[in-house]
């Protein structure tokens, strides 16, 4: 029997090798597609998933519904809610609080070495999460004031030579930390990073620290926590709400959680949580997902119209083999067979070019998928299940159609006629172009839109500016010289001091307006300080009023300048010469500046105040001009070491670092050209072997056709209008389903094009006269061959 099958199966490839080709590097293409992108799909939402209490593990934020604010989800809460949470709440099994600190100095001796990614936690941090502890007794060790705990790979870079660096000393900012112990690296996906862990402990004599950590004013803190139940997170936001009323929390200030397993994809709207790293977007894996299952679908499609197609040639085939006694349950084993066959062979040389790819070949991912599978093996017995089922929705129809048939009804070819086949072929072509053409569109309209938010007017010269960050005491004690020797070399316009700069999150503070009391009218508004050198350097525009002014000794204490979005906000139609209260300070407005986006696309300009600070605070911002930037640069380093020798010399061009918020945007747009790219392939493919079948099967007419006159150019009309017909209704069907889908996603960004419009209209045409091109030129081959063929010999092979 399985000789049987195999010489079968033989024959029908040599009589069949242009389908069968086709057939198999359709599958190929479209398994690979699939694979890469579900692989990256599964990775994605991976993120936190291998910690053991993670359906139990949730983190703090807040509703902030004050007045001022717009993007009013952050991943802070008040200092004290966290062990407040554990310690009133049966509910709450466990807590930990965590301030992230970022960069961090740290010396050895007459060594420094920087950590990227310091953070303040405490000792129950390692009680919620899973990290692997490589020193008896670390958690009891850490559980005091000014102790340690290094990665490995990071104790390595102090001391890499030795084995166990329990006991060491490290300074940081003057004062002696110890070192406790070591935890392997995490290697598996989280939103947390880091490579020093510091005690969140405060010292005897730091009493300002420990009033911090036990009072409810203001938000700050990173705060998780594990329920005993995953289900009780609404009544326990309740009871979060009533712990915060009764501390005397603004009631403006709403406590929530958030399932950490949800962090990575579920935070784009959430601000305050520049410790989330590699932060991942929900919209944008999910539509990747969808892709994945129309490129699927699309090299599916193909492989059932070509199988359908292919298996009325062999009509002739199956009647004689009924007339010789084959049952219907033989012949139907037989089609399905050879489909499942064909379907995993290409599904097994998809597997094994991704295996090379990823080995060999950067693919521009920030995952391997190889590493994926071998992760997760479960994955191939989907992907093996999944490719079944292809081989059996292509077999199913002509299997059981052909089989049907009466012996005679086939020897005569009545099914080559029948409505059934190409009504079938037809649908298919129709759905497979409805996703090709939803792809190109949606291809157009994410490039326009990201291409918007790229180019908008963002309020702020972003090119050339060089941007120094520091923290240590010694750098900022010694900035004020480093900058005055930097604005000596002629390519330097500008030197500003700011303590924050636009795409990074700026911090907020409460005010309230001229006649006010503190417990009515209060706003909660973005802030940061900066110089009188910064608007200049920066390219913002102060549209009312003045700048700030060294010769005003009297700015840092009593002024302030606010944006246009406060102007608007508060609906006044000026600003300068009123006044603000901060806290118990009253501030009298002397500017008004220029919107700018301090955050991504996907929030709005929120009211923003800038506190006048002539010293040095955290960044110093260079403009420096086009010309000799590498000379430029090498003399902004020596400059630097002989300022500051123990301490490396590190920058970031701004625009650099601005154009990472759109980072994942990008990496959106190039994943979905690609593979809307291969869509449009697979769809010409299967274009290509339908036309040569049609082209098969409509021999004997063709040559009629010619002896009766018809043109060439007629007979190719002929053949190519079905096609560009059923594109046409293809298109008609993806328009609207194109803009339901993007509609949500743009929603998204509150500055964004509008998809309805004459301009997109005209992509949306652009889209079908795409996609009717391509299949053009898919079917032209085919259809000129048949054309130009003898009418004589096609009548005579007939």
Same mark, same amino acid.
């Given at each position: 029997?399985?000789?049987?099958?195999?010489? &079968?199966?033989?024959?029908?490839?040599?009589?069949?090798?242009?389908?069968?080709?086709?057939?198999?590097?359709?599958?190929?293409?479209?398994?690979?597609?699939?694979?890469?992108?579900?692989?990256?799909?599964?990775?994605?939402?991976?993120?936190?998933?291998?910690?053991?209490?993670?359906?139990?593990?949730?983190?703090?934020?807040?509703?902030?519904?004050?007045?001022?604010?717009?993007?009013?989800?952050?991943? &802070?809460?008040?200092?004290?809610?966290? =062990?407040?949470?554990?310690?009133?709440?049966?509910?709450?099994?466990?807590?930990?609080?965590?301030?992230?600190?970022?960069?961090?100095?740290?010396?050895?001796?007459?060594?420094?070495?920087?950590?990227?990614?310091?953070?303040?936690?405490?000792?129950?941090?390692?009680? #919620?999460?899973?990290?692997?502890?490589?020193?008896?007794?670390?958690?009891?060790?850490?559980?005091?004031?000014?102790?340690?705990?290094?990665?490995?790979?990071?104790?390595?870079?102090?001391?890499?030579?030795?084995?166990?660096?329990?006991?060491?000393?490290?300074?940081?900012?003057?004062?002696?930390?110890?070192?406790?112990?070591?935890?392997?690296?995490?290697?598996?996906?989280?939103?947390?990073?880091?490579?020093?862990?510091?005690?969140?402990?405060?010292?005897?004599?730091?009493?300002?620290?420990?009033?911090?950590?036990?009072?409810?004013?203001?938000?700050?803190?990173?705060?998780?926590?594990?329920?005993?139940?995953?289900?009780?997170?609404?009544?326990?936001?309740?009871?979060?709400?009533? &712990?915060?009323?009764?501390?005397?929390?603004?009631?403006?200030?709403?406590?929530?959680?958030?399932?950490?397993?949800?962090?990575?994809?579920?935070?784009?709207?959430?601000?305050?949580?520049?410790?989330?790293?590699?932060?991942?977007?929900?919209?944008?894996?999910?539509?990747?997902?969808?892709?994945?299952?129309?490129?699927?679908?699309?090299?599916?499609?193909?492989?059932?119209?070509?199988?359908?197609?292919?298996?009325?040639?062999?009509?002739?085939?199956?009647?004689?083999?009924?007339?010789?006694?084959?049952? =219907?349950?033989?012949?139907?084993?037989?089609?399905? @067979?050879?489909?499942?066959?064909?379907?995993?062979?290409?599904?097994?040389?998809?597997?094994?070019?991704?295996?090379?790819?990823?080995?060999?070949?950067?693919?521009?991912? /920030?995952?391997?998928?190889?590493?994926?599978?071998?992760?997760?093996?479960?994955?191939?017995?989907?992907?093996?299940?999944?490719?079944?089922?292809?081989?059996?929705?292509?077999?199913?129809?002509?299997?059981?159609?052909?089989?049907?048939?009466?012996?005679?009804?086939?020897?005569?070819?009545?099914?080559? @006629?029948?409505?059934?086949?190409?009504?079938?072929?037809?649908?298919?072509?129709?759905?497979?172009?409805?996703?090709?053409?939803?792809?190109? &569109?949606?291809?157009?309209?994410?490039?326009?839109?990201?291409?918007?938010?790229?180019?908008?007017?963002?309020?702020?010269?972003?090119?050339?500016?060089?941007?120094?960050?520091?923290?240590?005491?010694?750098?900022?004690?010694?900035?004020?010289?480093?900058? /005055?020797?930097?604005?000596?070399?002629?390519?330097?316009?500008?030197?500003?001091?700011?303590?924050?700069?636009?795409?990074?999150?700026?911090?907020?503070?409460?005010?309230?307006?001229?006649?006010?009391?503190?417990?009515?009218?209060?706003? #909660?508004?973005?802030?940061?300080?900066?110089?009188?050198?910064?608007?200049?350097?920066?390219?913002?525009?102060?549209?009312?009023?003045?700048?700030?002014?060294?010769?005003?000794?009297?700015?840092?204490?009593?002024?302030?300048?606010?944006?246009?979005?406060?102007?608007?906000?508060?609906?006044?139609?000026?600003?300068?010469?009123?006044?603000?209260?901060?806290?118990?300070? *009253?501030?009298?407005?002397?500017?008004?500046?220029?919107?700018?986006?301090?955050?991504?696309?996907?929030?709005?300009?929120?009211?923003?105040?800038?506190?006048?600070?002539?010293?040095?605070?955290?960044?110093?911002?260079?403009?420096?001009? @086009?010309?000799?930037?590498?000379?430029?640069?090498?003399?902004?380093?020596?400059?630097?070491?002989?300022?500051?020798?123990?301490?490396?010399?590190?920058?970031?061009?701004?625009?650099?670092?601005?154009?990472?918020?759109?980072?994942?945007?990008? *990496?959106?747009?190039?994943?979905?050209?690609?593979?809307?790219?291969?869509?449009?392939?697979?769809?010409?493919?299967?274009?290509?072997?339908?036309?040569?079948?049609?082209?098969?099967?409509?021999?004997?007419?063709?040559?009629?056709?010619?002896?009766?006159?018809?043109?060439?150019?007629?007979?190719?009309?002929?053949?190519?209008?079905?096609?560009?017909?059923?594109?046409?209704?293809?298109?008609?069907?993806?328009?609207?389903?194109?803009?339901?889908?993007?509609?949500?996603? #743009?929603?998204?960004?509150?500055?964004?094009?509008? #998809?309805?419009?004459?301009?997109?209209?005209?992509?949306?045409?652009?889209?079908?006269?795409?996609?009717?091109?391509?299949?053009?030129?898919?079917?032209?081959?085919?259809?000129?061959?048949?054309?130009?063929?003898?009418?004589?010999?096609?009548?005579?092979?007939?």
């Amino acid at each position: 029997m399985l000789r049987n099958f195999i010489v &079968i199966t033989l024959r029908n490839f040599r009589k069949n090798k242009l389908s069968t080709v086709i057939n198999v590097t359709g599958l190929v293409l479209g398994f690979l597609a699939f694979i890469t992108l579900t692989s990256y799909v599964h990775n994605e939402t991976s993120y936190d998933t291998w910690h053991e209490k993670a359906d139990n593990i949730f983190r703090h934020t807040t509703i902030d519904e004050a007045l001022g604010v717009s993007s009013n989800m952050v991943a &802070i809460t008040s200092p004290r809610m966290p =062990k407040a949470a554990e310690e009133e709440l049966a509910e709450v099994t466990a807590s930990a609080r965590m301030i992230h600190v970022g960069d961090q100095r740290l010396e050895k001796g007459d060594k420094g070495y920087y950590a990227t990614q310091a953070k303040y936690v405490e000792a129950d941090f390692f009680n #919620i999460f899973d990290l692997q502890m490589n020193e008896a007794g670390m958690l009891e060790q850490f559980n005091a004031p000014r102790k340690l705990i290094l990665t490995e790979s990071f104790a390595k870079t102090v001391f890499p030579d030795q084995s166990d660096v329990s006991g060491e000393l490290i300074t940081i900012d003057d004062d002696s930390w110890e070192i406790v112990g070591t935890v392997d690296d995490v290697t598996k996906n989280s939103h947390l990073e880091f490579d020093v862990l510091m005690s969140l402990f405060p010292a005897e004599s730091d009493s300002s620290f420990a009033d911090y950590l036990d009072s409810w004013q203001g938000l700050g803190m990173i705060g998780y926590i594990v329920l005993d139940d995953p289900a009780k997170e609404e009544s326990v936001e309740a009871r979060l709400k009533e &712990i915060s009323l009764s501390n005397d929390v603004n009631e403006f200030w709403i406590p929530q959680l958030q399932p950490v397993t949800d962090i990575h994809l579920g935070s784009q709207d959430i601000l305050f949580d520049g410790y989330h790293v590699n932060k991942g977007d929900a919209t944008y894996v999910y539509a990747l997902g969808v892709v994945a299952l129309f490129v699927l679908l699309i090299a599916a499609f193909n492989f059932m119209n070509l199988t359908t197609a292919q298996s009325t040639t062999r009509a002739k085939e199956v009647g004689i083999r009924k007339v010789l006694g084959s049952g =219907k349950r033989k012949l139907i084993g037989q089609h399905l @067979t050879e489909s499942v066959t064909l379907s995993v062979i290409s599904l097994i040389i998809a597997l094994l070019l991704i295996m090379l790819l990823s080995r060999f070949v950067d693919l521009g991912l /920030d995952f391997n998928p190889h590493n994926v599978l071998l992760t997760n093996t479960w994955l191939l017995g989907a992907y093996l299940l999944i490719s079944i089922l292809v081989g059996l929705g292509a077999g199913l129809y002509p299997a059981f159609v052909l089989s049907g048939f009466d012996a005679i009804r086939i020897l005569r070819g009545k099914f080559q @006629t029948s409505t059934q086949g190409v009504l079938l072929r037809k649908s298919l072509v129709v759905l497979q172009f409805v996703a090709s053409v939803v792809m190109i &569109i949606s291809t157009l309209l994410v490039a326009k839109q990201i291409d918007f938010i790229r180019n908008k007017n963002l309020g702020f010269n972003k090119e050339q500016v060089l941007n120094l960050n520091f923290s240590s005491g010694t750098l900022i004690r010694g900035m004020d010289v480093f900058r /005055d020797q930097a604005l000596q070399h002629p390519s330097i316009s500008h030197a500003a001091y700011s303590s924050n700069m636009p795409g990074r999150t700026f911090g907020r503070t409460g005010m309230t307006l001229e006649g006010g009391t503190d417990d009515e009218d209060i706003w #909660i508004v973005s802030a940061f300080s900066a110089d009188h050198n910064y608007f200049d350097a920066m390219g913002i525009e102060v549209i009312e009023g003045r700048n700030y002014d060294p010769e005003f000794g009297s700015d840092q204490q009593e002024s302030i300048i606010i944006n246009r979005a406060m102007l608007e906000a508060l609906n006044w139609d000026y600003g300068v010469g009123r006044q603000l209260t901060f806290g118990q300070t *009253q501030r009298n407005i002397v500017g008004v500046i220029e919107d700018f986006h301090f955050a991504n696309m996907r929030h709005k300009i929120e009211p923003l105040v800038i506190y006048y600070n002539p010293s040095a605070a955290s960044n110093l911002n260079l403009k420096i001009t @086009t010309e000799e930037a590498r000379a430029t640069l090498d003399f902004l380093e020596a400059v630097w070491v002989e300022t500051f020798p123990n301490y490396p010399f590190e920058y970031q061009f701004f625009d650099q670092e601005f154009d990472q918020l759109f980072e994942s945007d990008v *990496q959106f747009s190039k994943m979905v050209n690609g593979f809307t790219l291969l869509s449009i392939v697979l769809s010409c493919l299967g274009l290509f072997g339908l036309s040569s079948f049609t082209a098969e099967q409509r021999r004997k007419e063709i040559g009629v056709r010619k002896v009766l006159g018809s043109s060439v150019s007629q007979i190719v009309t002929l053949l190519m209008r079905e096609f560009i017909l059923l594109i046409g209704i293809a298109s008609l069907i993806a328009w609207p389903i194109s803009y339901w889908s993007l509609n949500g996603w #743009i929603q998204d960004f509150q500055y964004r094009i509008e #998809i309805i419009s004459p301009d997109n209209l005209i992509l949306f045409g652009i889209a079908a006269i795409g996609a009717m091109l391509v299949a053009v030129l898919a079917v032209s081959y085919k259809s000129i061959s048949a054309a130009i063929v003898n009418p004589v010999k096609s009548l005579r092979d007939e």
